[in-house]
């Protein structure tokens, strides 16, 4: 309270040295948009890989882009016929880029009318399910990849050599799901002279999760002995994290450049609050002289290092919140998507890390102020 008493004080002081002040403001809000960014896209890698494991992916052995992977549909009923097996969904994946990028776009064949049935957390923001069952071209979008690419029910829409007609936009809390485009299996999987259709891989919901790695070694032995065509079964989360390891020592290594962002604040900081405290060595003393003892001169120094650091906060955490909720970034790679999401938790510690850049880099040129002799400043 009695910080906030001489508030007007402290901005004064803050504000006595404009230029500074902004300079110092525009890099700790520079340097926090990188650090948010940053925290962003490690944020969409943890959702990925903390995501409810209660399903199991079956994929051909020893394969690993979607493309790759090819597995006739009639291996569903061999599977369904595991005992712990609940449901199973044939799914073919196409994608236009194998490889890492920021605009992947990611087909999901399935059987149209099993969808709603396995997909209850879809919400659809536009169309209706009875336009995508309808058409065997038809296809909902998620909607982070019809933002990103403009897409809205009725449009037709080409890519990686696929012609659909967009039935709908939906909305999900799955993780990466928003960047899915649901079409119809046979529109993507091509018969072979047999007629057999092929998946790439099959999505297996469990009885008890519990006992998923009991179950996987079940399939993959049913599947091996009825057939040729070797599988590999796994629970989601390892598909994900076997897909994605291409790319976790690339992130891993953003958080270090996350953490160098934050050194570089805290000196720029405690450099600004530094000069501040050299150019006021008399008044400090003249306010002791009045009254005021160590302490409150070191909370005053203080409060200003955190009100500098705190705007810079505020500023770089609005850039970075805007900026990802105008343009909808996801990296993805064999099929996994990481989404870099602006979520509450991002904001708030963009603040709270600002506030704490603010006291430590503070702490020390605020400490030396409530300390220094009051004969030997006035000198």
């Not at 003249?286 to 290092?305: D, I, K, N």
Request: hydrophobic share 50%; with cysteine.
């Amino acid at each position: 309270m009695t910080v906030l008493k001489f508030l007007p004080y402290v901005r004064k002081n803050v504000l006595g040295h404009r230029v500074r002040t902004a300079m110092t403001v525009a890099g700790t809000a520079l340097l926090l948009f990188l650090f948010l960014f940053v925290t962003a896209i490690q944020g969409g890698l943890d959702r990925v890989l903390g995501a409810r494991d209660d399903r199991l992916i079956v994929f051909q052995a020893y394969r690993f882009c979607p493309s790759s992977s090819q597995l006739p549909v009639f291996y569903a009923d061999t599977i369904q016929g595991v005992p712990g097996v609940k449901s199973v969904l044939p799914v073919k994946v196409v994608v236009n880029n194998c490889r890492a990028s920021l605009d992947t776009v990611v087909f999901h064949g399935v059987d149209p009318k099993l969808l709603p049935a396995v997909r209850p957390n879809l919400t659809l923001l536009a169309g209706d399910w009875g336009a995508f069952q309808a058409r065997t071209d038809a296809a909902i979008v998620g909607r982070r990849i019809a933002e990103r690419r403009g897409l809205r029910p009725g449009q037709s829409f080409t890519v990686a050599g696929v012609t659909v007609q967009v039935a709908g936009v939906f909305a999900s809390d799955g993780t990466g799901e928003e960047n899915v485009i649901y079409t119809h299996l046979n529109l993507l999987s091509n018969p072979t002279a047999h007629h057999v259709y092929h998946a790439t891989l099959f999505e297996v919901q469990l009885d008890d999760p519990e006992h998923a790695r009991a179950v996987a070694a079940a399939i993959d032995a049913k599947l091996k002995e009825k057939f040729e065509v070797p599988t590999e079964t796994k629970p989601q989360k390892a598909h994900y994290a076997a897909a994605l390891a291409d790319l976790l020592d690339l992130i891993g290594m953003t958080r270090w450049l996350g953490f160098v962002c934050v050194g570089v604040v805290v000196v720029l900081v405690a450099n600004s609050v530094v000069m501040s405290a050299q150019d006021r060595v008399k008044e400090h003393a003249v306010l002791q002289t009045l009254g005021f003892s160590g302490p409150r001169v070191f909370s005053l120094m203080l409060a200003e290092s955190c009100l500098i650091s705190l705007a810079g906060g505020v500023v770089g955490t609005v850039a970075c919140v805007a900026f990802l909720l105008w343009r909808p970034m996801t990296l993805s790679t064999e099929g996994a998507s990481i989404d870099f999401v602006a979520s509450p938790g991002l904001v708030a510690s963009g603040l709270l890390l600002s506030l704490a850049v603010g006291f430590v880099a503070g702490a020390v040129p605020a400490w030396q102020a409530g300390r220094a002799e009051i004969v030997s400043s006035l000198r």
